[in-house]
């Protein structure tokens, strides 16, 4: 099992382009999740999806959009990429339930330009 | 919103030491996590505690999360160069699918 993958590993942008970061996860999480990690900020919350069909807001959802395509698949899209946004991506999913044990892909280090 | 303290905000030791790494909140959990990223990586879970007073071992780690579920602990007796990272805790309240994150931990140990 490869449990969560990410792709890109890395990429660099140009201020104003979009791109999509892709997440699988082969573990049957019903939940999965978006998160950035910054130097000195820890790791904030952008958008969740609870279980196939939803998708929710966290803490820092501005410029960023997501996708539960299906089960396996969660996408974090951003539309025009701006300096702010440079940072690393972490999707992770989960079987939820009273312990919401998070599972980390390797993350997608992101710098825009 | 919830925050988990985490303390100290850096550790740098060498090879043999004790340590003591914390988690504190003014929140109650059902259930906390810890996990430990290494440079490049995703975290990776450790361990979860759920229950008041519940001490829990992974060799030479020792969890214990506090008897009212606000706070917890992370000791490393021995500390080895391998344990060096980034030490995460996590707690969810009862029927949250949003995990609260300290700001973490960084451990390094020198050889």
């Known amino acids: 099992n490869a449990g969560v993958t990410q792709t890109p590993k890395f990429q660099v942008l140009k201020t104003g382009q979009s791109m999509t970061l892709q997440c699988a996860q082969d573990?049957?999480?019903?939940?999965m999740y978006w998160y950035r990690q910054d130097p000195g900020m820890g790791l904030r919350l952008i958008y969740y999806?609870?279980?196939?069909?939803?998708?929710d807001k966290g803490e820092v959802p501005n410029g960023y959009n997501v996708s539960r395509l299906n089960k396996r698949e969660f996408s974090l899209r951003l539309e025009s990429a701006a300096p702010s946004q440079t940072s690393v991506y972490f999707c992770?999913?989960?079987?939820?339930?009273?312990?919401?044990?998070?599972?980390f892909g390797p993350g997608t280090r992101l710098t825009v330009l | 919103t919830q925050l988990l303290e985490q303390s100290p905000q850096f550790l740098s030791i060498q090879e043999g030491e004790n340590l003591t790494v914390y988690c504190n909140s003014s929140?109650?959990?059902?259930?906390l996590q810890w996990y430990r990223q290494e440079p490049g990586e995703g975290p990776v879970l450790l361990v979860t505690?759920?229950?008041?007073?519940e001490v829990k071992k992974l060799k030479r780690l020792t969890f214990q999360f506090g008897d009212a579920r606000k706070d917890s602990s992370l000791h490393i007796t021995a500390a080895q160069p391998g344990d060096t990272g980034l030490y995460l805790c996590?707690?969810?309240?009862?029927?949250?699918?949003?995990?609260?994150f300290g700001r973490g931990t960084s451990l390094i140990v020198h050889p």
């Open positions: 999806s609870a279980s196939e069909g939803t998708t």
């Open positions: 573990m049957n999480h019903n939940s």
């Open positions: 929140s109650v959990f059902s259930s």
């Open positions: 996590a707690g969810t309240t009862g029927g949250s699918y949003i995990p609260t």
């Open positions: 992770a999913g989960s079987s939820g339930g009273a312990y919401n044990e998070q599972f």
């Open positions: 505690v759920v229950t008041g007073g």
